[in-house]
T-cell receptor
Framework: DVKVTQSSRYLVKRTGEKVFLECVQD?????MFWYRQDPGLGLRLIYF???????EKGDIPEGYSVSREKKERFSLILESASTNQTSMYLC????????????FGPGTRLLVL | AQSVTQPDIHITVSEGASLELRCNYS??????LFWYVQSPGQGLQLLLK??????LVQGIKGFEAEFKRSQSSFNLRKPSVHWSDAAEYFC????????????FGTGTKLQVIP
């Protein structure tokens, strides 16, 4: 059974803190993605990675960075958390090109105070 | 760039009634189209996808969708809704030839009443 796991389901941080969100997949997928989900806005792509150490900006990369040192792990970093980064963060992974399925983790709900 | 519109933010249907969720896309060539479902507290799961061939696509959980190029639409249907179908549904569009990058719509939240 395919599995994408995220390190935390809920996270509370203070403004200005550095925040790490971790995602691990066990399907040997080349591609990994970070989205944020907000009511009325749907899912918006922050960053994606198509190989180890490779990354591409998505639609809303400002205020975020990512790291992919191993194939199975993709980290999202908020260098200095702000209240407008309070959101649900979803990680996904997939193989190959656009017609392939993306497999999603359960999400991390981040609250920045 | 591709885009997708889901005009209905929230839909309520009675259990056993039929369902149609609307999705309109914008893309110059033949798109790759997807419907995902997000049950409460969970990540997204693929229901079905279209990228070529028969324009009527069957998916899991009894869902189907029809690609209509003339209307730029990919509406999701189910003939008889079950209470467990209450969830949020996302349409997504991708462009052929690139990385596995898709653009999601804003979602439609489905409420099922007894």
């Amino acid at each position: 059974d395919v599995k994408v796991t995220q390190s935390s389901r809920y996270l509370v941080k203070r403004t200005g803190e550095k925040v790490f969100l971790e995602c691990v997949q066990d399907m040997d997928h080349e591609n990994m993605f970070w989205y944020r989900q907000d009511p009325g806005l749907g899912l918006r792509l922050i960053y994606f990675s198509y190989d180890v150490k490779m990354k591409e900006k998505g639609d809303i990369p400002e205020g975020y960075s990512v790291s992919r040192e191993k194939k199975e792990r993709f980290s999202l970093i908020l260098e200095s958390a702000s209240t407008n980064q309070t959101s649900m963060y979803l990680c996904a992974s997939g193989r190959g090109q656009v017609k392939e399925t993306q497999y999603f983790g359960p999400g991390t709900r981040l609250l920045v105070l | 760039a591709q885009s997708v519109t889901q005009p209905d933010i929230h839909i309520t249907v009675s259990e056993g009634a039929s369902l149609e969720l609307r999705c309109n896309y914008s893309y110059g060539a033949t798109p790759y189209l997807f419907w995902y479902v997000q049950s409460p507290g969970q990540g997204l799961q693929l229901l079905l996808k279209y990228f070529s061939g028969d324009t009527l696509v069957q998916g899991i959980k009894g869902f189907e969708a029809e690609f209509k190029r003339s209307q730029s639409s990919f509406n999701l249907r189910k003939p008889s809704v079950h209470w467990s179908d209450a969830a949020e549904y996302f349409c997504a569009v991708g462009a052929a030839g690139g990385y596995q990058k898709v653009t999601f719509g804003t979602g439609t939240k489905l409420q099922v009443i007894p």
